[in-house]
């Protein structure tokens, strides 16, 4: 199923411990705004509205036109060139020159991901509220997987990944916010950051809990059985626990998508189909505001031209075999103040659509598909990992050689990756956790390769920019809270 995430409203504990409410317009949903969670929490539908209050935090910082999840790590890697003719928008992620005083990301990330940590946790506290049974269980299920989806990003990002260097388990982590059931937290705590090998055992105990509680299918906007799966195969992939991240991809019933059907994954991106989506963010696409635009991360068109913010790599883009069916979906020729671009297809919007307003992908069966086949790759099962390697293949490509073993089949695998998560919010986050550098084209941002190429090419295997910085205002609210190294 497609988990398609609409914006409700709901009042989330801020890390300030104030309480915000939101328009009551939203979905004619009622807000709580007393700030009292156990009276608010006392029916399964409200509990259900705590939920997806959660869901909405994730919209936050997966799609915002500035700085969006859904594209950074793209822009930080090597899949994409800075436009000169665009506005310039990430310039100082593009460039490296992050610090823990740049706007945008490195805020945006922190605060909305531990927002929605908060509201799973209003949940998680109050769930006794409602008598034991499976609709508890569904409910609890939901709040501890989205608990711990948020705590992933905020560790991936601003912490090294265990498989990243052989020290990375030791190195500082991030803050594990966690309550008990009748629990409402202090939210005047100093806490002080953790190991990255005690978050990433909470994030999993999180979703190995979530299992087995949550429902197999909950209907179309929310998490669920394949979901918390799907999920657990990427978190034990990036802990190096490979056996269970094949045994995790194993549990999803999602199949990828059937591209040798002409237009099929086209509809994927243009919103027409689900096939294969098993996580997905959205909002209410016919609203009239710009937030929900996650395209405009590379591009804003106003026929008949494009003006891109990040167009794809030349030497990326001319890799791709043109038997390859992810092209159609990957790139489209865009043109502006005369120059010729690659530009991204993907996020360019609805059918007839050139607005940017698109549902953010956030796991498909694909990626499901290419972490147990890296797993069965690190494990040595060479002939297990070409062969599920080979479903991929054989509905992206009208024809292939295949056949690899040894350092051609990781290769393959690592290039497959590549290219069928292009654009989705992987790229920097995959080199990271394999300890190699970002290493980009000395190509120009034109389509044929001329134009400006990048100022920094490099990005070393290492590099401590591959943690982003903790907020300044942080810092400076938190005595416990230490920065990352080399900031």
């Given at each position: ?29 009622q ?39 859904q594209?950074?790590?793209d ?21 490296y020159?992050y ?10 990330y ?5 927002e ?45 990944i ?19 059931d ?59 626990d ?15 998508v ?27 696409t016919?609203?009239?505001?710009g ?15 494009t ?18 069916l ?17 530009a991204?297809?993907?996020?360019l ?16 069966a ?81 389509q ?31 005595p ?8």
């Amino acid at each position: 199923m497609k988990n398609k995430f609409y914006t409700y409203c709901l009042a989330s504990l801020m890390a300030t411990s104030l309480l915000v409410s939101c328009d009551d317009e939203l979905n004619g949903l009622q807000p709580f705004v007393e700030g009292n969670p156990e009276t608010f929490f006392n029916s399964v539908s409200s509990f259900q509205n705590g939920v997806d209050g959660i869901y909405s935090q994730f919209w936050n910082y997966y799609s915002s036109p500035g700085s969006g999840l859904q594209a950074l790590p793209d822009i930080l890697a090597d899949n994409v060139i800075l436009a000169q003719s665009g506005r310039r928008s990430n310039e100082d992620y593009y460039d490296y020159r992050y610090n823990p005083n740049t706007g945008g990301a490195v805020p945006l990330y922190w605060s909305e991901a531990y927002e929605a940590v908060n509201a799973a946790n209003l949940v998680i506290g109050q769930i006794d509220n409602l008598a034991d049974g499976p609709e508890k269980n569904n409910i609890l299920g939901q709040a501890l997987a989205a608990r711990a989806i948020a705590h992933f990003d905020l560790a991936r990002i601003f912490a090294m990944i265990p498989t990243q260097s052989p020290d990375a388990n030791n190195s500082p982590g991030i803050v594990y916010l966690k309550v008990e059931d009748g629990d409402t937290g202090d939210p005047f705590a100093e806490p002080a950051r953790e190991t990255v090998a005690s978050n990433y055992a909470e994030i999993i105990g999180d979703l190995e809990q979530a299992a087995q509680l949550i429902g197999n299918e909950n209907g179309e906007g929310r998490l669920d059985r394949d979901a918390v799966y799907g999920m657990l195969s990427r978190v034990y992939l990036y802990n190096g626990d490979y056996q269970l991240a094949i045994d995790a991809a194993d549990e999803v019933a999602e199949g990828v998508v059937d591209a040798t059907v002409e237009g099929a994954l086209l509809d994927v991106y243009e919103d027409t189909s689900n096939e294969g989506v098993i996580i997905e963010w959205s909002v209410n696409t016919s609203s009239e505001s710009g937030f929900n635009n996650v395209g405009v991360l590379y591009s804003q068109t106003t026929a008949p031209d494009t003006r891109s913010e990040y167009v794809i790599d030349y030497e990326f883009f001319n890799s791709i075999d043109p038997n390859d069916l992810r092209l159609e979906v990957m790139q489209y020729d865009a043109t502006f103040e005369g120059n010729n671009y690659n530009a991204v297809r993907k996020f360019l919007g609805e059918p007839g659509q050139v607005n940017g307003r698109v549902d953010i992908k956030v796991l498909r069966a694909a990626e499901v598909v290419l972490n147990k086949a890296e797993a069965q790759y690190e494990l040595n099962q060479g002939a297990n990992a070409l062969a599920t390697l080979n479903t991929l293949r054989d509905v992206r490509y009208s024809s292939y050689t295949g056949g690899e073993s040894g350092q051609a089949l990781e290769d393959a695998i690592q290039f497959e990756r590549r290219v069928e998560l292009s654009f989705e919010g992987h790229r920097f986050f995959d080199l990271k956790r394999r300890g190699e550098a970002v290493e980009r084209s000395n190509n120009g941002d034109i389509q044929d390769g001329s134009g400006t190429p990048p100022e920094f090419l490099t990005l070393p295997a290492g590099d401590f920019k591959f943690q982003l910085p903790i907020p300044i205002d942080e810092i400076n609210a938190n005595p416990n809270m230490n920065q990352n190294s080399g900031y």
